[in-house]
């Protein structure tokens, strides 16, 4: 195989050069090949498991810094770049926990968690428990609760791993939206599956 240089490539301004490296790497590897030196590049790097992904953060993946961290990280690498536009992704703003998900999973990474086999009413049951901490329990307390905060208490270290996953896949299911672009109309809906039912003023 022949030896192709790795340039750094900042987001959103490649040089001609780096456009080049990035079209020869798609068009002459092919995906067993991306795959090898993606993981090579992040092995490079130190990072041979989920967790070290997430640890890389140094925040949870779907809160807005941690994800930018992460996001940075496979776009200014032609082979992992390579990988996710595999997947049909065409813009890093898209990148998301799936994505993450996939991308680690295809790279052989034994840890990476997989969509969990809960029904929404487990989740749901989770999610309202959740809530219920935060003294949220009902329609007026969840609507008069800004929707800013409910993103930062989520986000928070204070949140167990499995309730982040649960409830931010519960969210992605529900809303079609990732926790960091739930918009106020979306909380109206994420509300409504949870069973808070807004009083028509």
């Not at 992605?172 to 106020?184: E, F, P, Q, S, V």
Request: charged share 30%.
């Amino acid at each position: 195989m022949e030896n192709i240089e790795i340039p750094s490539i900042v987001i959103g301004q490649q040089t001609l050069k780096d456009r080049e490296t990035q079209e020869k790497v798609e068009n002459i590897l092919n995906l067993d090949e991306i795959k090898a030196n993606a993981k090579l590049y992040l092995h490079n790097l130190g990072i041979n498991s989920y967790k070290n992904i997430i640890s890389f953060s140094s925040l949870r993946p779907n809160s807005f810094y941690g994800m930018k961290k992460i996001t940075k990280l496979f776009w200014k690498n032609e082979y992992c770049s390579a990988l996710l536009k595999s997947y049909g992704l065409s813009n890093a703003e898209d990148f998301n926990l799936l994505y993450l998900r996939k991308i680690s999973k295809d790279l052989g990474f034994d840890d990476t968690p997989t969509p969990t086999d809960f029904t929404d009413e487990e989740t749901i049951e989770l999610f309202l428990n959740f809530l219920k901490r935060k003294r949220i329990v009902d329609a007026d307390s969840f609507y008069s609760f800004p929707l800013k905060t409910f993103k930062r208490i989520l986000d928070s270290k204070s949140t167990s791993l499995e309730e982040f996953e649960r409830i931010n896949d519960y969210i992605l299911k529900t809303t079609g939206r990732i926790l960091t672009r739930l918009y106020a109309s979306d909380y109206r809906t994420l509300g409504e599956s949870l069973g808070f039912e807004k009083s028509v003023e």
